[in-house]
């Protein structure tokens, strides 16, 4: 993932979220903690039924791409405001993971170190 600089309101100052140890062109003066944000999505039954008839036709299921994209973006976002909250400027070696919650319902984690930078 490149150095990305997000704000998401007035009162968050900017968070660079990074898959590195360390962001470039700044050094880590403090190690703050794991900053994480997660979300769960589900499908819905009219997805699941034009999703359905695609996969027998073969091809990307564009309606499931769409909603685990949103739900790594709201755990992007969650875990940068986790970050914000703990007084970070930065989040490094971000992961992500995806898991089944139940039939039709997965949860999207994001985590990293939150720091800050001098």
Known sequence: MATEIQSSDAHQSLVATVTTETVPGYETVEVLGIARGNTVKARNVGR?????????????????????????????ARME????????DAVVNVRMETSEITRGASEVIAYGTAVRLE
């Open 48 to 76: 699941d039924i034009t999703q359905g008839i695609r996969n027998l036709a073969g091809g990307e299921l564009k309606a499931y791409s769409a909603l685990l994209s949103q739900a790594r973006d709201e755990a992007i």
């Open 81 to 88: 405001a986790d970050a914000v909250e703990m007084g970070g």
